[in-house]
């Protein structure tokens, strides 16, 4: 079992920046690889960032290059997004997504079924 638990959201003015943090405990040695995703209301769940764990690759979603950097401190168990030029379309819950897998992919780190263990998610709200 793991248990992750996002920190950070909030509201913010278009043009801001915030950053969510997410902690993983329980078998978290198990994991190979996280995930950022996002759901706005009436959308689908899509993948916002993804990185290895081990070596550092990191995977974004074209809406998000420039803007946000993911990124991981394994000795704490805990893996960042940093969001910088906020804008009301990131306006979301974003969630954190542990994946058992090694493999690391765009094709598989976009897919929400490749995740084992999901966080309970953090609004955030983007103001214009």
């Known amino acids: 079992q793991v248990q992750l638990v996002e920190f950070g959201g909030g509201l913010v003015q278009a043009g801001g920046s915030l950053r969510l943090s997410c902690a993983a405990s329980?078998?978290?040695?198990?994991?190979?690889?996280m995930g950022w995703f996002r759901q706005a209301p009436g959308k689908e769940r899509e993948v916002v960032a993804a990185?290895?764990?081990?070596?550092?690759?990191?995977y974004y979603a074209d809406s998000v290059k420039d803007r946000f950097t993911i990124s991981r401190d394994n000795s704490k168990m805990l893996v960042y997004l940093q969001m910088n030029s906020l804008k009301p379309e990131d306006t979301a819950v974003y969630y954190c997504?542990?994946?058992?897998?090694?493999?690391?992919?765009?094709?598989?780190?976009?897919?929400?079924?490749?995740?084992?263990?999901w966080g309970q998610g953090t609004q955030v709200t983007v103001s214009s």
């Open positions: 997504a542990a994946d058992f897998n090694p493999g690391f992919t765009p094709a598989r780190v976009v897919m929400i079924t490749e995740y084992d263990y």
């Open positions: 990185i290895r764990l081990s070596f550092g690759n990191t």
């Open positions: 329980g078998q978290a040695f198990s994991i190979r690889n």
